[in-house]
């Protein structure tokens, strides 16, 4: 079955650092892929997203490129703030399209 | 424009004790999908709906049961429950798979079974 890892949190930085999370999975075929931030007591938005291979998903100032020869869509954001603090999840939705499937989430803490 | 409110936001139960979670899109959505989140394990889908009068199981749906009567509501059945389903749910929606439309999540239903 599908499959999506990430590295494990929580992920402590300084304001204005550089961020990475790590995402890799496992499917059959194309999936989508997709990152979700949940803030504090809110439920997951929509961050960014990727359908092909070799696409850049971009917004807020996050990055991540679909990598299908490493299967990786890594989360990259060139400095952060303390409002990114946050819990980040990697998806990817199958191709029937009915089912998501999330890695376990990195928490992010982000200090002035 | 509410998206996706969720009822109740807090409960807390016995065990063998049943009830309902309500979960109401204004989006005009097709469809609809049940989560539950625990420590470490990001989210699992437990029951997902992809249009009115329709529902099937997702990765874990032992012990729940769902209802998709109207297109807006979907409701996510807990008939006995037991410790092991004390969790965060979640409750989302979206127009389709086509065009990889995102999904659009409540705010979540914080459930402890004693």
């Known amino acids: 079955g599908n499959s999506v890892t990430q590295m494990e949190g929580p992920v402590t930085l300084s304001e204005e650092a550089f961020l990475t999370i790590n995402c890799t999975y496992t499917a059959t075929g194309y999936p989508s892929l997709f990152w979700y931030v949940q803030y504090p007591g809110e439920g997951l938005q929509l961050l960014l997203k990727a359908t092909k291979a070799d696409d850049k998903g971009s917004n807020k100032g996050f990055e991540a490129t679909y990598r299908k020869e490493t299967t990786s869509f890594h989360l990259e954001k060139g400095s952060v703030q303390v409002s990114d603090s946050a819990v980040y999840f990697c998806a990817l939705l199958n191709n029937a399209g009915n089912m998501l499937t999330f890695g376990g989430g990195t928490r992010l803490m982000v200090k002035p | 424009n509410a998206g996706v409110t969720q009822t109740p936001k807090f409960r807390v139960l016995k065990t063998g004790q049943s009830m309902t979670l309500l979960c109401a899109q204004d989006?005009?959505?097709?469809?609809m999908y049940w989560y539950r989140q625990d420590p470490g394990m990001g989210l699992r889908l437990i029951h997902y709906?992809?249009?009115?009068?329709?529902?099937a199981k997702g990765e874990v749906p032992d012990g729940y049961n769902v209802s998709r009567l109207k297109k807006q509501n979907f409701l996510l059945g807990l008939e006995s429950a037991a410790p092991s389903q004390t969790s965060v749910y979640f409750c989302?929606?979206?127009?389709?798979?086509?065009?990889?439309?995102?999904?659009?999540f409540g705010d979540g239903t914080r459930l402890s079974i004693l």
């Open positions: 989302a929606s979206s127009y389709s798979y086509r065009d990889n439309q995102p999904q659009h």
């Open positions: 989006m005009n959505h097709e469809y």
């Open positions: 709906s992809v249009g009115e009068g329709t529902t």
